[in-house]
T-cell receptor, first 112, second 115 residues
Framework: DAGITQSPRHKVTETGTPVTLRCHQTENHRYMYWYRQDPGHGLRLIHY???????DKGEVSDGYSVSRSKTEDFLLTLESATSSQTSVYFC???????????FGPGTRLTVL | AQSVTQPDIHITVSEGASLELRCNYSYGATPYLFWYVQSPGQGLQLLLKYFSGDTLVQGIKGFEAEFKRSQSSFNLRKPSVHWSDAAEYFCAVVDLTGGGNKLTFGTGTQLKVEL
């Protein structure tokens, strides 16, 4: 157990509304990541963070923003949700002797 | 850019039979490779990892994987499958450029185990 929680675990929202997903870790790891999982695509990196206020884009960052004001929290925001952002979102932290990634339980987001 | 291919979308094996899940990668340097497993409705659990050294690596739950540089492969194996192994399996390679260990995943292989 890498001490990662995600909230909410499930959310249904409407097109055009803002949505914020939260990832919380309890072990002060420096690197945190947001991925989305879609059938036929595996997991794809959205954004990652390498410290407080330090973030960078991943493969599928369009339509998403992130913030990290505290080591333990990494927020993913959809400024104006679209149906194409219906997905399962996973947060991960980097830890271990070889800097492996460990994943949270995921958030299932449905945009109607 | 790095990439990972898992050629088999679905695989069905009988309980007690051996298993091999295929993974091919494309990466310019020595790759860091992982296998993850995802049970229905769950997050991803790390099965095993390869960074260097021995080409046969052992993981949890009786799984092992063999790194073959000449074939750009990192296939996952298990000698005897249990019904509880039914899940989706993902192979991933790390991109170390630009900071952070950014993972590129394959599209996954869904394993079904027949009793």
């Amino acid at each position: 157990d890498a001490g990662i929680t995600q909230s909410p675990r499930h959310k249904v929202t409407e097109t055009g509304t803002p949505v914020t997903l939260r990832c919380h870790q309890t072990e002060n790891h420096r690197y945190m990541y947001w991925y989305r999982q879609d059938p036929g695509h595996g997991l794809r990196l959205i954004h990652y963070s390498y410290g407080v206020k330090d973030t960078d884009k991943g493969e599928v960052s369009d339509g998403y923003s992130v913030s990290r004001s505290k080591t333990e929290d990494f927020l993913l925001t959809l400024e104006s949700a679209t149906s194409s952002q219906t997905s399962v979102y996973f947060c991960a932290i980097q830890a271990g002797s070889y800097n492996e990634q460990f994943f949270g339980p995921g958030t299932r987001l449905t945009v109607l | 850019a790095q990439s990972v291919t898992q050629p088999d979308i679905h695989i069905t094996v009988s309980e007690g039979a051996s298993l091999e899940l295929r993974c091919n990668y494309s990466y310019g340097a020595t790759p860091y490779l992982f296998w993850y497993v995802q049970s229905p409705g769950q997050g991803l659990q790390l099965l095993l990892k390869y960074f260097s050294g021995d080409t046969l690596v052992q993981g949890i739950k009786g799984f092992e994987a063999e790194f073959k540089r000449s074939q750009s492969s990192f296939n996952l194996r298990k000698p005897s499958v249990h019904w509880s192994d039914a899940a989706e399996y993902f192979c991933a390679v790390v991109d170390l450029t630009g900071g952070g260990n950014k993972l590129t995943f394959g599209t996954g292989t869904q394993l079904k185990v027949e009793l």
